[in-house]
C-alpha cells in the first residue's frame, strides 16, 4: 500500500466511481454479449469466448499481503489444472487472469476496471477497501460473482459479493472470546485493539466494541497505517494503559513487531490477531519464539496443516506443483473460494446458462460446502456471511504450515446472537 493510503484510497476510489458511474455500458468479449441458445445448448456470456471461461485474480504478490497472495494465487491456479484434467465445466476450459495491485488502491480499482470486461467474475480480490470502492459498479451494472480474500462486514448484502467464513467483526468476538475462556481476561478488564484504518480495522472494531460492552471490558484503540511496520509507540501506549490482552487487526509485519517488542519489554500479555495476520516465515524471524509463546490467530478454517484426508491431500499436491515453496493457510483461503467459484460454474452448467446471472444463482443453491478444513460454508444468504464459526489457531514451527489448533471450529454465544 502507499505511504499515502488513507488520502489515496478515499480519492482513488472515489474518482475511479466517478468516473466508472457514467459507463453505462461495458466491453463484451470477442463474440458479443449473451448469446442466445439452441435447444440442448448452454447460455453463455461475459467472460467466455470459444471454449475458455476466464475468471479475474486481483491480488497482492508486492504489497503487505504478498506472502498470503502469492499463495491463495498458486492454490487456484492448482484447482484450475486439475479441474481442467478432469473435463473442465460444460466441456470449457477455465483459465485465471491474474493482477498484481501491490496492496495499493488505485491499482486494485484500475485492475478490476481492466479485467470486468473480461471474465466471468472474480476467483480472488484481496483487500476489503478495494472491494468496497467497486462494490456499487459489481452491484449495479456488473453483477459478476466476486470471492474475496476480504472479510469486513461492509461487504455483506450483496448478491454478487460472497464472503467465504466469518467477517471481521464475527470474528473479532470469537477471538475476545478465547481471551476471556482460555487466558484469563475478565470483567473490568482493559483490552488493546490495534487495527489498520479502513474498511478491514474497523470492521473488527465494531466486534471488539460490541464483545466489550457485551462483556463488561474496555477498548483502548490504536489506529494504525498498513505501511507503519514498528509497533513501539503502540505497545507502549497499551502498556501503560494496563491492557490484559491485545487484539491485531493488521498484517504479518505488524504482528511481528508487535509481539517482538512486546517480548522485549518484558509486556507478557496474549496477542490474537484476525486471519490475514499472520505468515509462518515470521517464525524465522527474530520474533519467531515471542510469536510461539504468546501469539493467537482466529481462523474461518482448520489450518493446511489439518488432519483431514482433504487438508493431506491438499498439501501433497500443493507441494508438488510448488516443491520451493512453503505452505500456509493462503492456500486453504485459495482453495476455498476456487472451489465454491468451480461448485457455482458446476451448478451453472446443470442448468445450461453459464452467464453471470446463471452463476450467481448457482452459488446460492450452495448451503454446505465442504472442502475438509472443518467449517461448512452456507451461500443462500446474500446478507450473512457464509459461517460465524472462527477456529482459534498458535504458531508452532514444528507443524505443517506453522500454525496448531488450540480451538476447535466454534462461534461464540454473543457472536450467534449478532445482528448488524
Known sequence: MSTTYAAKAAAGALAALLVLAGCSSKAKDDEG???????????????????????????????????????????????????????????YKVELTVRDHGYDPQKAVAGYTELEPKVLGFAQFIGSPFVAAVKKRIDGQDKGLVLPQAWSDSLLGSPYIRVIGSTYDIETM?????????????????IGHVYFEGDYGESAL???????????????????????????????????????????????????????????GKFNVPVIGNNSAFAPQLLGTQAGPALMANYYVASPSLPIGADTPEAKKLVAEYKKAYPKDSLDNGIVAGWTAASAFGQALKKACESKDLTREGVDK?????????????????????????????????????????????????????AEAYTK
Open 33 to 91: 454479449g449473451d448469446k442466445g441458445t439452441a435447444a440442448g445448448e448452454v447460455k453463455t456470456g461475459d467472460g467466455i469466448s470459444g471454449k475458455t471461461i476466464s475468471l479475474g485474480v486481483l491480488t497482492d504478490m508486492t504489497g503487505v499481503y504478498a506472502t498470503l497472495g502469492k499463495s491463495v494465487t498458486q492454490a487456484q491456479q492448482l484447482y484450475v489444472k486439475q479441474l481442467n484434467a478432469d473435463g473442465g465445466v460444460c466441456g
Open 174 to 190: 470469537n477471538a475476545v472470546d478465547f481471551l476471556m475462556k482460555e487466558k484469563g481476561v475478565k470483567k473490568g478488564d482493559k
Open 206 to 264: 465494531v466486534g471488539s466494541k460490541h464483545i466489550a460492552e457485551e462483556a463488561g471490558l474496555t477498548v483502548v484503540e490504536q489506529k494504525i497505517k498498513p505501511t507503519d511496520n514498528d509497533m513501539t509507540a503502540q505497545v507502549a501506549a497499551l502498556k501503560k494503559a494496563g491492557v490484559k490482552a491485545i487484539v491485531l487487526s493488521a498484517g504479518p509485519r505488524q504482528a511481528a513487531s508487535l509481539v517482538g517488542v512486546a517480548a522485549a
Open 362 to 414: 448457482a452459488l446460492l443453491t450452495l448451503d454446505a460446502l465442504d472442502t475438509g478444513f472443518g467449517i461448512a460454508q452456507d451461500f443462500t444468504d446474500p446478507n450473512a456471511a457464509s459461517s460465524k464459526e472462527s477456529v482459534i489457531l498458535q504458531p508452532d514451527k514444528s507443524v505443517t504450515g506453522g500454525m496448531k489448533v488450540v480451538r476447535e471450529p466454534e462461534a461464540s454465544e454473543v
